[in-house]
């Protein structure tokens, strides 16, 4: 029995050491995993970031109406070219112009009045002054010279009323005359309109704080053209304003103009029922420089910011970048991830921490870490994603 006891313990030792040499062989002692290689070089890298919007223009206006009313006459259409003062459309006056008439009628009537109303006010006055002598004489009781009193008040306060009910029509006056003054709506700016939303017939109406108004049409100044376009929250720390960036747009194939950033938001903007989690993007606005005659406000636009630019760095392709778990020298037992690449050596596949630099569309700087010349392992991925620390490799040369 104790033969056979050992015996089982011998296989199971014997089991348990090809289970061992099988995963050293697996790991990369064994078979040498199929890679390709590049060197280290040194290239131009610029960094961007890239985001998509709208073109609008800078000064792009709204016009809607201080006062109600029926559109009488419209004298602009849409794409003419308007002048600071110009006048695009009239609104019926009509009301207004009737109670402004009604205002001056009511100024000349109370003037008329005024002075019949200043003359009693004298004539009470003399009558008070002369009762108050006689009342200091001990020629007529209190209750006359009190009589006189009150006539002479009332006097006054048919006055003071009068001038009062004067104040409230010139008021009125003033209003209406400047209502009807807005009946007729000028050009604010120079510029090309855009929009032309009414027709003449419709009633224009005026806004509330609830209820936005009739926006009557949209003149904009495309002398200065901006893309506005939003950036990822993770990217925008990037961003500053005066960065240099080129944009292009869908509708003017092969063009690409160049800009500086000169607006970028402080505030996310989330779009409606975007769930919580999801990242938020921040306005930015690129100010456009010499932009073509045919750019329109509304084309879809593409914009690449351009972050870093540097000359002659070491690079190394974005995709030879792996992540390995390492031994934390601060923690016993735990683990922390470390970015590097794996570099050729003889025929094994080390890994070599690196610190990064910019980042380009395909290649990203190495700050330190490798040297210029040195073969790093660049894939394939699935190798690469799978390759260790000291595994075996056989370089594949790519034929030319």
């Known amino acids: 029995m104790k033969n056979r006891k050992r015996i089982i313990i011998a296989v199971g030792l014997a089991v348990v050491a090809l289970i061992v040499l099988v995963n050293v062989l697996g790991s990369g002692n064994g078979k040498s995993l199929e890679v390709t290689v590049e060197k280290v070089q040194k290239r131009d890298l610029v960094e961007k970031v890239s985001a998509t919007g709208e073109i609008k223009p800078k000064k792009n206006i709204n016009i809607s109406t201080d006062v109600a009313g029926k559109i009488l006459k419209i004298l602009v259409e849409e794409g003419d070219v308007v002048q600071q003062g110009q006048l695009l459309l009239k609104i019926d006056s009509a009301i207004y112009e009737a109670n402004a008439d009604r205002d001056r009628e009511i100024i000349s009537s109370s003037q008329s009045d005024l002075l019949t109303q200043e003359a009693n006010l004298k004539k009470a006055l003399q009558y008070l002054e002369r009762r108050k002598q006689l009342y200091d004489e001990g020629l007529i009781s209190k209750e006359l010279y009190e009589d006189a009193v009150i006539q002479q008040e009332i006097a006054q306060a048919n006055r003071q009323s009068n001038l009062h009910r004067i104040e409230q029509a010139?008021?009125?006056?003033?209003?209406?005359?400047?209502?009807?003054?807005?009946?007729?709506?000028?050009?604010?700016?120079?510029?090309?309109?855009?929009?032309?939303?009414?027709?003449?017939?419709?009633?224009?109406?005026?806004?509330?704080?609830?209820?936005?108004?009739?926006?009557?049409?949209?003149?904009?100044?495309?002398?200065?053209?901006?893309?506005?376009?939003?950036?990822?929250?993770?990217?925008?720390?990037?961003?500053?304003?005066?960065?240099?960036?080129?944009?292009?747009?869908?509708?003017?194939?092969?063009?690409?103009?160049?800009?500086?950033?000169?607006?970028?938001?402080?505030?996310?903007?989330?779009?409606?029922?975007a769930a919580a989690s999801e990242s938020r993007d921040f306005k930015t606005v690129i100010t456009l420089e010499n932009p073509p005659a045919t750019l329109k406000p509304g084309f879809s636009a593409t914009a690449d910011i351009i972050i870093e630019e540097k000359k002659g760095v070491l690079t190394v392709p974005i995709a030879a970048?792996?992540?390995?778990?390492?031994?934390?020298?601060?923690?016993?037992?735990?683990?922390?991830?470390?970015?590097?690449?794996?570099?050729?050596?003889?025929?094994?596949?080390?890994?070599?921490?690196?610190?990064?630099?910019?980042?380009?569309?395909?290649?990203i700087e190495v700050v330190s870490g490798l040297k210029e010349k040195e073969e790093i392992v660049t894939g394939p991925f699935a190798v690469l994603k799978k390759l260790k620390d000291g595994d075996r490799i056989k370089v594949s040369r790519l034929k030319r």
């Open 170 to 273: 010139r008021a009125s006056l003033k209003s209406t005359s400047d209502a009807i003054r807005k009946t007729s709506i000028a050009s604010p700016i120079d510029g090309i309109v855009t929009s032309l939303k009414v027709e003449e017939g419709e009633v224009a109406i005026i806004g509330t704080m609830n209820n936005p108004g009739t926006v009557l049409l949209t003149i904009a100044d495309l002398s200065v053209m901006e893309a506005e376009v939003l950036v990822d929250e993770t990217d925008v720390v990037k961003v500053k304003t005066g960065k240099r960036a080129e944009v292009t747009v869908d509708a003017i194939p092969g063009k690409t103009m160049g800009g500086r950033v000169t607006e970028v938001g402080n505030s996310a903007i989330t779009a409606a029922g």
């Open 321 to 363: 970048l792996a992540i390995l778990e390492k031994d934390d020298p601060g923690k016993k037992g735990a683990k922390v991830e470390r970015e590097g690449v794996f570099v050729a050596a003889g025929d094994r596949g080390v890994f070599r921490e690196v610190e990064k630099g910019i980042a380009g569309d395909m290649y």
